[in-house]
């Protein structure tokens, strides 16, 4: 199975800018569609960007799209979220993994890595 770990989080002014990284280990990674979710105390986890396996197509959740950018690096085996513009709402624990396919908005695996908890204040 794939293990994914993600970096890059922390503590950001709204506004300000951050850049989240996951990378994943084995061999499908580039064979797979990508995700980015994230979790909020209290909230369900939910889809964040999405990436196709060979980083041309992207699509994003509305609370995001314009403020957000997801892409990949196959050579790497990592897929990164640039959050530009943050928000407070945005706070949350940041999730990547395999979609099922592109165009779905669920992970194809059961497991999760860490995550990375991103804050932003006011």
């Known amino acids: 199975q794939v293990q994914l770990v993600e970096s890059g989080g922390g503590l950001v002014q709204a506004g300000g800018s951050l850049r989240l990284s996951c990378a994943a280990s084995?061999?499908?990674?580039?064979?797979?569609?990508m995700g980015w979710f994230r979790q909020a105390p209290g909230k369900e986890r939910e889809f964040v960007a999405a990436?196709?396996?060979?980083?041309?197509?992207?699509y994003y959740a509305d609370s995001v799209k314009g403020r957000f950018t997801i892409s990949r690096d196959n050579a790497k085996n990592t897929v990164y979220l640039q959050m530009n513009s943050p928000k407070p709402e945005d706070t949350a624990v940041y999730y990547c993994n395999q979609l099922r396919y592109y165009g779905d908005y669920f992970s194809r695996n059961d497991y999760w890595g860490q995550g990375t908890q991103v804050t932003v204040s006011s």
């Open positions: 990436i196709s396996w060979s980083g041309i197509s992207t």
């Open positions: 084995g061999r499908t990674f580039s064979s797979y569609a």
